[in-house]
């Protein structure tokens, strides 16, 4: 993780010291002209797995709040692998890692498993516990995030 950037002779400032740099902060600079547009970045050995979750978040239509409605849409399937990639979906906008994910869903879901049986036998639950860790939030943070 980058913890500060010190620069020197960037653009009109002789030198820049930025402060510690909080988790998730992405910083594009540079002067006017030189591509810092917002595009899709290509990714040199994107597997299955990622191309699978970034179509189902592409897929997700951009509104001004979501809900839980929109947390059901997403986690919709009735197989292991979509519901897989829905809960990996539901990490990325939580910002988690799968065993920060895990370990808040066993802590809210209480005892037994995490995965698409524990789903398809409380469905009511599970998706309250999704609502209770903010995913409606981040869904409405992530999916608005306006082009500089």
Same mark, same amino acid.
């Not at 002789?14 to 002067?31: C, K, Q, S, V, W």
């Not at 299955?48 to 947390?71: F, G, H, L, N, Q």
């Given at each position: 993780?980058?913890h500060?950037?010190? @620069? ?5 400032a ?6 510690? /740099?909080a988790? &998730? +902060?992405? $910083?594009?600079?540079?002067d ?6 917002l595009s ?10 990622a191309t699978?979750a ?10 001004e709040?979501?809900c839980r409605?929109?947390?059901?849409? @997403? ?5 292991g692998?979509?519901?897989?990639t829905?809960? /990996?979906?539901a &990490? +990325?906008? $939580? ?11 066993k802590e ?11 789903f ?18 981040a869904?409405?943070t992530?999916m608005?995030?306006?082009?500089v």
């Amino acid at each position: 993780m980058l913890h500060g950037l010190p @620069l020197k002779n960037a653009g009109p400032a002789p030198e820049l010291a930025l402060p510690p /740099l909080a988790p &998730r +902060l992405n $910083l594009i600079t540079g002067d006017n002209g030189l591509g810092k547009s917002l595009s899709p970045l290509g990714a040199d050995g994107m597997d299955s797995t990622a191309t699978v979750a970034m179509e189902r978040i592409e897929a997700v239509p951009i509104k001004e709040k979501y809900c839980r409605d929109d947390i059901v849409a @997403l986690v919709a399937t009735e197989d292991g692998s979509g519901f897989n990639t829905a809960i /990996l979906c539901a &990490r +990325l906008f $939580l910002g988690l890692s799968k065993d920060q994910s895990e370990s808040q869903l066993k802590e809210h879901l209480g005892h037994g498993e995490i995965g698409i049986r524990r789903f398809n036998a409380d469905r009511q639950t599970y998706l309250h516990v999704l609502e209770d860790m903010g995913l409606c939030e981040a869904m409405t943070t992530t999916m608005n995030v306006k082009s500089v």
